[in-house]
């Protein structure tokens, strides 16, 4: 089984930074592409941004030049650091990998708030 846990959320003005992170741990013998998925209140989950086990990454278009994610594969972490955050990013924030534990699997952090006022 594998966990992932989030850490970094919170509440922040217009225009700040937040930093999240989530770390995998338990039976991994390897990672594949990690990403950050966010959900907000009546909207369906989407992705905000994913990197490769090579570091290619991909992002949506609402966060391109503001959001940057990378990984530390030594660590088994990923982490999302947000910029020049708007109200609009408030959201659940999820953490997901796929890992090899006992055959390729989709896996989910439990999801951290980041709340951005105006």
């Known amino acids: 089984q594998v966990q992932l846990v989030e850490s970094g959320g919170g509440l922040v003005q217009a225009g700040g930074s937040l930093r999240l992170s989530c770390a995998a741990s338990?039976?991994?013998?390897?990672?594949?592409?990690m990403g950050w998925y966010r959900q907000a209140p009546g909207k369906e989950r989407e992705l905000v941004a994913a990197?490769?086990?090579?570091?290619?990454?991909n992002y949506a278009d609402s966060v391109k030049g503001r959001f940057t994610i990378s990984r530390d594969n030594a660590k088994n972490s990923v982490y999302l650091q947000m910029n020049s955050l708007k109200p609009e990013d408030t959201a659940v924030y999820y953490c997901?990998?796929?890992?090899?534990?006992?055959?390729?699997?989709?896996?989910w952090g439990q999801g951290t708030q980041v709340t951005v006022s105006s």
């Open positions: 990197v490769a086990n090579a570091g290619t990454t």
């Open positions: 338990g039976s991994i013998f390897s990672l594949g592409v």
């Open positions: 997901y990998a796929k890992a090899w534990a006992s055959g390729w699997s989709d896996y």
